[in-house]
């Protein structure tokens, strides 16, 4: 067996990625467990260790150290080949896929001496995007115009994140307006309006703090869908805390919901700004499916994703 550490050193301050390569060595060095620890040096570096690793043939963990767009790299070679299986030590400022793992996720997946040695794998769900894999969120509406915005306002003189969100946030919500044509088909139906939102879940978690569907499971061979029409801004207002709440059912006039195994199809005149695990593209047409592939993932065995069910009710 062995284990490949994959390190993306813009994901964190230097101090903490030091400590943490430290970390791993020292864990792997108690078990002499053989390892390798690679530093990704630019955007798509860590698609090109994680191939090197799959092709090598061998048996292997990797472990994504970073956010999830350093996970999603990985996940674009990793997905489908049945002798790796990956995880994501937390780097990064969101993290938004392990945020499924509930309370205290970030400090379980970084106890080294239990993830190497106790640890649940399953077979993921991974979703199709135009090509581009991804396992947590995908969305193509005012919410991923205001995600690639963000980077952009940070490369800005003394623009700090939040002040990056809240420009990106002025700019789309309040100038250029929350809605945009669209053309969406799903579950042989066709949405054809305006749309404010378009997210489609195979986990929890996006944007660094909303859970549009807190049911939705990994796992499950279902895409959980939520279309957002076009709506005044104090109701956008109102609907948005609503929204990122997972409080959708409660708003069937405003928010449509689709629960399907099949594809999501979208398209527009105009070109489509859609993020997949934090990850921008733009084109006039998308298609989002599960894709046949899946991905061994791993975790901590204290944690898990699975939802508590509703205890049986007591026999009369």
């Known amino acids: 067996m062995r284990h490949e550490f994959i390190i993306n050193p813009a994901a964190g301050k230097k101090k903490h990625i030091r400590a943490a390569i430290e970390a791993i060595r020292a864990a792997c060095a108690r078990r002499d467990l053989r390892h390798t620890v690679t530093l990704t040096e630019c955007a798509g570096d860590a698609v090109r260790i994680a191939r090197s690793v799959v092709d090598a043939g061998e048996e292997t963990r990797i472990y994504a150290v970073g956010g999830d767009g350093t996970l999603c790299e990985v996940v674009q ?15 990064g400022t969101g993290n938004d896929f392990l945020k499924l793992f509930g309370e205290g996720h970030r400090e379980a997946f970084w106890d080294l001496d239990a993830l190497l040695t106790d640890f649940s794998q399953a077979a993921l769900d991974v979703m199709d995007c135009n090509g581009r894999l991804g396992l947590d969120v995908v969305c193509a509406g005012v919410d991923a115009r205001v ?22 946030l002025a700019q789309n919500v309040l100038f250029k307006g929350v809605a945009r044509p669209m053309t969406v088909h799903v579950d042989g139906q066709t949405w054809d309006r305006p ?22 499971m990994p796992d499950d061979g279902i895409l959980d869908t939520l279309l957002v029409p076009q709506v005044s801004l104090p109701t956008f207002a109102r609907l948005v805390g609503e929204y990122a709440k997972g409080k959708y059912a409660d708003y069937p006039d405003l928010i449509e ?5 099949g594809p999501i199809c979208y398209e527009a005149a105009e070109s489509i700004t859609t993020v997949v695990d934090g990850e921008v593209m733009r084109a006039k047409s998308f298609t989002v499916k599960l894709s046949d592939k899946k991905l061994n993932f791993f975790w901590p065995a204290r944690l898990s994703y699975r939802l508590e069910k509703e205890p049986a009710a007591a026999a009369l």
């Open 77 to 91: 070679v990793a997905a489908g080949a049945g002798h790796i299986a990956v995880t994501n030590l937390p780097a």
């Open 147 to 168: 995600a690639a915005d963000v980077d952009r306002f940070k490369a800005l003189p003394l623009v700090k994140g939040q002040g990056a969100y809240i420009m990106a």
């Open 195 to 216: 749309t404010s939102i378009l997210c489609i879940c195979n986990g929890r978690h996006y944007g660094g703090g909303f859970m549009p569907v807190g049911d939705a």
């Open 257 to 261: 919901a689709h629960h399907t195994s």
